[in-house]
């Protein structure tokens, strides 16, 4: 059975810090691995999605990272700012259950100004 | 295009009263999936539907919860005679097609309250 871990459960920086989220998973069998941001009382915003033959993929000040094989993934935020705060979901498709994704408990993020 | 819409955004119910969430997925999709995001916990999948199918419902409870994707209207999400275990943020996403390069578009969830 799949499971997804999200290292750490909270996380406060002072704006303009670089930082790393992490996730791992348990079973390597996945479609695709997704990252999602969560403001609070919304619903998921998708930030990036890795296909499992890929190793990352960039959008702006993001970068998510893939490694099958040690069931992990990072999310690296460059120079964070305040308007980064919230929590962020990690959610892995698994190859053989149909289009259901298993989320982590999610990171919840605070950026300081 | 609008996204996906969920109504109501917030429901109050009290126990033994049933509930209906409705979803409308993003123009073109026919996959929809419900998940429940219940208070402290992460989100949960629950059922994934295509229009007139339930093709996993692993993730349902078993008793008073059914969903279903017609022709033609949204989907909807029904829980029956509901308790106050089942207050938690009920999300649906939607995909064009099941694949692996298709990422699921989130509505904005229907926050149900039990009294």
Redesign the interface.
């Known amino acids: 059975k799949q499971e997804v871990t999200q290292i750490p459960a909270a996380l406060s920086v002072p704006e303009g810090e670089n930082l790393v989220l992490n996730c791992s998973f348990t079973d390597s069998a996945i479609?695709?691995l997704?990252w999602?941001r969560q403001d609070p009382?919304?619903?998921?915003?998708?930030l990036l999605?890795i296909?499992?033959s890929q190793r990352e993929q960039t959008s702006g000040r993001l970068n998510a990272s893939l490694d099958k094989s040690s069931g992990r993934s990072t999310l690296y935020i460059a120079a964070s700012q305040p308007g980064d705060s919230a929590t962020y979901?990690c959610?892995v498709?698994q190859g053989n259950?149909?289009?259901?994704?298993?989320?982590?408990?999610?990171t919840e993020l605070s950026v300081k100004p | 295009n609008a996204g996906?819409m969920q109504n109501p955004r917030h429901l109050v119910r009290r126990r033994g009263q049933e509930a209906r969430l409705r979803c409308s997925p993003m123009k073109g999709h026919s996959?929809v999936?419900w998940?429940r995001q219940l208070p402290e916990?992460?989100?949960?999948?629950m059922v994934?539907l295509q229009k007139e199918n339930i093709?996993?419902e692993?993730?349902m409870p078993k008793e008073r919860f059914s969903a279903e994707f017609p022709k033609e209207g949204p989907s909807i999400l029904r829980i029956q005679q509901v308790v106050r275990g089942d207050s938690a943020a009920y999300?649906c996403?939607s995909?064009p097609r099941?694949s692996?390069?298709d990422?699921?578009?989130?509505?904005?969830?229907t926050?149900l309250t039990v009294l």
Do not use: C, M, W
Request: charged residues 15%; proline residues 2%.
């Open positions: 479609y695709n997704q999602f009382g919304k619903g998921l915003t998708s999605l296909q499992s979901l959610a498709r259950q149909g289009g259901k994704l298993i989320f982590g408990q999610g | 996906v996959h999936y998940y916990e992460g989100l949960k999948f994934y093709i996993d692993s993730g999300f996403a995909s099941q692996s390069t990422t699921q578009y989130f509505g904005p969830g926050r």
